[in-house]
């Protein structure tokens, strides 16, 4: 049901925040055989259309997750080829230095983040993180001129990571928040190819969720469904953290249950993963926390909305790590959901 080498090519692909033209074209291919219709939205969105089965008016469904990557900007140059640089979205600086980067300039330069090193560092230095204004890119370039070309202002930069396969169906790698949902979108549309649904479903891969929740707005506006469902990433259990912070790997996706979720669809979820036999965790959400789901409960008039997580471990990091089958069982959910999703059911939907 998930395909390693598409979450491969999807995780190490390039698309910053307001560049993610790169994983957009791969998702068009990819999604064509398994939609009527995918199109892209002035904002750069992916949106794929599947049509129902039966006498119209149908349900109208929007499944998001959004495509965007935290990542770097060049902001200037320096003598010697280095590039200096600023973050896109929720970039922890000290997980920065050492790493392989791809500066997508002019065209593509690999380099190395740098700084100076401990042996030069003062005794204050050494005792504190090292600042993103000390750090700098290394392409190898000497000349100035020759870098200014090739390496315009404005540039984005990715970490270079390819995806590792770990012990017992997990993987690691850059940008699995929330390539991990889009794999989810892909997987669900597929799998519907098999199956009878009376319900029009959007699968919208969305821009510019890091830094500001942009194509979901737009796009739910737009498609104005009857009802949505965000699918992104919350916080593996690891080492160091409370118990109640993060949800274990392998026990499946975690339902949102919150102010911005329909208590309707929440338990919609739950009685579809019960249904079937998923196993599936519940995680309290008081506030949107930075998904999609926020911004298609407020668009137009209001969307009854809901939030489906994958446990992810190291989030904001070049090895975010999940378990493949939680990945599954998310595609698995959303198709049971689907299918016995009923017009009746969605005139239902109240507030509350």
């Given at each position: 049901?998930?395909?390693l080498d598409?979450?491969?090519?999807?995780?190490e692909?390039?698309?910053?925040?307001?560049?993610e033209?790169?994983v957009?074209?791969?998702?068009?291919?990819?999604?064509?055989?398994?939609?009527?219709?995918?199109d892209?939205?002035r904002?750069?969105?992916?949106?794929?259309?599947?049509?129902?089965?039966g006498?119209?008016?149908?349900?109208?469904?929007?499944?998001?997750?959004?495509?965007?990557?935290?990542?770097l900007?060049?902001?200037?140059?320096?003598?010697?080829?280095?590039?200096?640089?600023?973050?896109?979205?929720?970039?922890?600086i000290?997980?920065?230095?050492g790493?392989?980067v791809?500066?997508h300039g002019?065209?593509?330069?690999?380099?190395?983040?740098?700084?100076?090193?401990?042996?030069l560092?003062s005794?204050?230095?050494?005792?504190e993180?090292i600042?993103?204004?000390?750090?700098y890119?290394?392409?190898?370039?000497k000349?100035?001129?020759?870098l200014?070309?090739?390496?315009?202002?404005?540039?984005?930069?990715t970490?270079?990571r390819?995806l590792?396969?770990?012990?017992?169906g997990?993987?690691?790698?850059k940008?699995?928040?929330?390539?991990?949902?889009?794999?989810?979108?892909?997987?669900?549309?597929?799998e519907?190819?098999?199956v009878?649904?009376?319900?029009?479903?959007?699968?919208?891969?969305?821009v510019?969720?890091?830094?500001?929740i942009?194509?979901?707005?737009t796009?739910?506006?737009?498609i104005?469904p009857d009802?949505?469902?965000?699918?992104d990433?919350?916080?593996?259990?690891m080492?160091?953290?409370?118990?109640?912070?993060g949800y274990p790997?392998?026990?499946?996706?975690?339902?949102?249950?919150?102010?911005h979720?329909h208590h309707?669809l929440y338990?919609?979820?739950?009685?579809s993963?019960e249904?079937?036999g998923i196993?599936?965790?519940?995680e309290?959400?008081p506030?949107p926390?930075?998904?999609?789901?926020?911004?298609?409960?407020?668009a137009?008039?209001?969307?009854?909305?809901a939030?489906?997580?994958?446990p992810?471990?190291y989030m904001?990091?070049?090895?975010e790590?999940?378990?493949?089958r939680?990945?599954?069982?998310t595609?698995?959910?959303l198709l049971?959901?689907?299918q016995?999703l009923?017009?009746?059911?969605?005139?239902?939907?109240s507030?509350?």
């Amino acid at each position: 049901m998930v395909d390693l080498d598409l979450l491969r090519r999807l995780s190490e692909g390039a698309g910053v925040s307001g560049s993610e033209g790169e994983v957009a074209k791969l998702l068009v291919e990819v999604l064509r055989p398994y939609a009527d219709s995918v199109d892209r939205d002035r904002l750069g969105n992916v949106i794929a259309f599947k049509e129902g089965e039966g006498p119209t008016p149908r349900p109208r469904v929007l499944l998001s997750a959004h495509m965007d990557e935290i990542g770097l900007l060049v902001t200037g140059w320096e003598d010697g080829g280095f590039l200096r640089f600023s973050t896109v979205g929720g970039v922890d600086i000290r997980t920065l230095l050492g790493q392989e980067v791809i500066v997508h300039g002019t065209r593509i330069l690999p380099g190395v983040i740098g700084a100076k090193p401990p042996h030069l560092q003062s005794p204050a230095e050494r005792k504190e993180a090292i600042d993103g204004e000390k750090m700098y890119i290394d392409t190898g370039l000497k000349a100035r001129d020759e870098l200014e070309r090739l390496v315009p202002i404005g540039s984005v930069v990715t970490i270079a990571r390819k995806l590792q396969v770990l012990a017992q169906g997990r993987v690691a790698g850059k940008a699995l928040d929330n390539r991990a949902g889009v794999m989810v979108l892909v997987g669900c549309l597929k799998e519907l190819m098999a199956v009878k649904h009376k319900a029009d479903v959007y699968a919208v891969a969305t821009v510019q969720e890091e830094v500001g929740i942009r194509g979901a707005i737009t796009s739910s506006h737009g498609i104005n469904p009857d009802l949505g469902i965000a699918i992104d990433v919350c916080h593996g259990d690891m080492l160091g953290m409370a118990e109640d912070e993060g949800y274990p790997l392998d026990k499946g996706p975690a339902i949102g249950f919150g102010p911005h979720v329909h208590h309707q669809l929440y338990r919609a979820l739950r009685d579809s993963a019960e249904r079937v036999g998923i196993t599936y965790q519940v995680e309290p959400s008081p506030t949107p926390a930075g998904t999609d789901a926020w911004g298609i409960q407020i668009a137009r008039r209001g969307i009854p909305t809901a939030l489906i997580s994958i446990p992810l471990r190291y989030m904001h990091t070049s090895v975010e790590t999940l378990s493949m089958r939680d990945v599954a069982e998310t595609i698995r959910l959303l198709l049971a959901f689907i299918q016995g999703l009923e017009s009746a059911f969605v005139e239902g939907l109240s507030c509350y």
